[in-house]
């Protein structure tokens, strides 16, 4: 069942399809005039100066040039007028309008990714304190939580600001999540099946797929719609992965509904990404409260772990126990 999951994995892989579009907002020609006009009178040359620097502390600080700032103010105007005419909020370079806080361009998704964050390190703080270093894949799940760690907190950066090299490690790192979820399944399905050599090539094969995505992601412009069909199959075969083999487990191993709540949620979770409408007061649209939707998906995933490495260190001392005392069908003494 396994191999023909990864076979439909290749298939996925190979397919790709060349995504073009442009935003109605930054194309519209009063948008256009008036970020030209705004450069023209406060911009030094470069764009970046101010002429007249007013600018708040907080603002340089997050590095909100003067061709930034002068984009920001007629995206508003231009929104403001598309309202007058009633006519649909627009996007802007694929964007949709949000108030800035902090200099925070999408406040929400910044909030809900350091939440993300939290959890992930409250529960490896609960992992570590329950679960012995010498635990069989006790290093796995230490792995796990770095990739996912790493992943939030770039997530929160580029939602902070949006540049080319921030947006290059949020699609980067979130890749190499739903990767790490692929190699978590696939090292606890081979656990014990399969000599160190093998999980050894397996690895290096991981690493081998990500450093080519990441590679890929480097180049400009970003195939988008490719990246999100590789990024859906993905997470797909992880899924249906963990679904059988928590199936297959139901009985001997209580705990495994964990994980499949786990992939539920992350499944569930993702259905708000379909829906693609102007944020509630400028603030929370449906990529935001994606974030939020995430933030159980460590508590359940966690407590998964802590459980399945105490049942595999069982498993073990058992294992050893019986080498030591082998059953001759009379009582050790």
Same mark, same amino acid.
């Given at each position: 069942?396994?191999?023909?999951?990864?076979?439909?994995? &290749?298939?996925?892989?190979?397919?790709?399809?060349?995504?073009?579009? +442009?935003?109605?907002?930054?194309?519209?020609?009063?948008?256009?005039?008036?970020?030209? *006009?705004? $450069?023209?009178?406060?911009?030094?040359?470069?764009?970046?100066?101010?002429?007249?620097?007013?600018?708040?502390?907080?603002?340089?600080?997050?590095?909100?040039?003067?061709?930034?700032?002068?984009?920001?103010?007629?995206?508003? $105007? !231009?929104?403001?007028?598309?309202?007058?005419?009633?006519?649909? !909020?627009?996007?802007?370079?694929? $964007?949709?309008?949000?108030?800035?806080?902090?200099?925070?361009?999408?406040?929400? #998704?910044?909030?809900? *990714?350091?939440?993300?964050?939290?959890?992930?390190?409250?529960?490896?703080?609960?992992?570590?304190?329950?679960?012995?270093?010498?635990?069989?894949?006790?290093?796995?799940?230490?792995?796990?939580?770095?990739?996912?760690?790493?992943?939030? &907190?770039? *997530?929160?950066?580029?939602?902070?600001?949006?540049?080319?090299?921030?947006?290059?490690?949020?699609?980067?790192?979130?890749? +190499?999540?739903?990767?790490?979820?692929?190699?978590?399944? +696939?090292?606890?399905?081979?656990?014990?099946?399969? +000599?160190?050599?093998?999980?050894?090539?397996?690895?290096?094969?991981?690493?081998?797929?990500? !450093?080519?995505?990441?590679?890929?992601?480097?180049? @400009?412009?970003?195939?988008?719609?490719?990246?999100? $069909?590789?990024?859906?199959?993905?997470?797909?075969? #992880?899924?249906? #992965?963990?679904?059988?083999?928590?199936?297959?487990?139901?009985?001997?191993?209580?705990?495994?509904?964990?994980?499949?709540?786990?992939?539920?949620?992350?499944?569930?979770?993702?259905?708000?990404?379909?829906?693609? @409408?102007?944020?509630?007061?400028?603030?929370?649209?449906?990529? *935001?409260?994606?974030? &939020?939707?995430?933030?159980?998906?460590?508590?359940?995933?966690?407590?998964?772990?802590?459980?399945?490495?105490?049942?595999?260190? @069982?498993?073990?001392?058992?294992?050893?126990?019986?080498?030591?005392?082998?059953? !001759?069908?009379?009582?050790?003494?």
């Amino acid at each position: 069942m396994y191999v023909k999951m990864l076979i439909l994995f &290749l298939i996925l892989l190979s397919m790709s399809i060349t995504l073009t579009y +442009s935003s109605p907002g930054d194309n519209d020609p009063f948008y256009v005039s008036c970020v030209e *006009s705004c $450069k023209s009178s406060n911009c030094t040359k470069d764009g970046k100066g101010f002429k007249e620097d007013k600018q708040p502390f907080i603002l340089k600080m997050t590095l909100w040039y003067c061709n930034h700032e002068c984009k920001h103010e007629c995206m508003w $105007k !231009t929104v403001k007028i598309f309202n007058e005419r009633f006519r649909k !909020t627009p996007q802007f370079y694929g $964007k949709w309008p949000f108030i800035r806080i902090l200099g925070m361009q999408e406040p929400a #998704s910044v909030v809900f *990714s350091l939440l993300n964050a939290f959890v992930h390190i409250k529960m490896m703080r609960k992992f570590r304190a329950k679960v012995k270093p010498g635990s069989p894949l006790f290093w796995l799940w230490h792995l796990f939580f770095v990739v996912c760690l790493h992943a939030w &907190l770039w *997530s929160a950066i580029f939602h902070y600001r949006d540049f080319v090299f921030t947006e290059f490690l949020d699609y980067a790192c979130s890749f +190499s999540l739903l990767l790490m979820n692929l190699y978590l399944v +696939s090292i606890r399905l081979l656990h014990n099946k399969v +000599s160190k050599y093998a999980l050894i090539v397996i690895t290096v094969a991981f690493i081998m797929f990500l !450093t080519k995505h990441v590679a890929y992601l480097s180049k @400009r412009p970003i195939d988008y719609d490719y990246n999100i $069909k590789l990024n859906v199959a993905i997470g797909t075969i #992880s899924g249906l #992965s963990w679904y059988i083999w928590c199936f297959y487990n139901r009985n001997r191993q209580k705990y495994v509904w964990k994980c499949a709540v786990y992939v539920t949620i992350s499944g569930t979770a993702l259905a708000l990404e379909l829906f693609d @409408r102007p944020p509630y007061f400028y603030v929370l649209d449906y990529h *935001s409260l994606w974030h &939020l939707a995430t933030t159980p998906l460590g508590l359940f995933m966690y407590r998964f772990g802590i459980d399945d490495c105490e049942f595999l260190r @069982r498993q073990k001392l058992d294992g050893d126990s019986k080498k030591d005392f082998p059953y !001759t069908g009379k009582h050790q003494v």
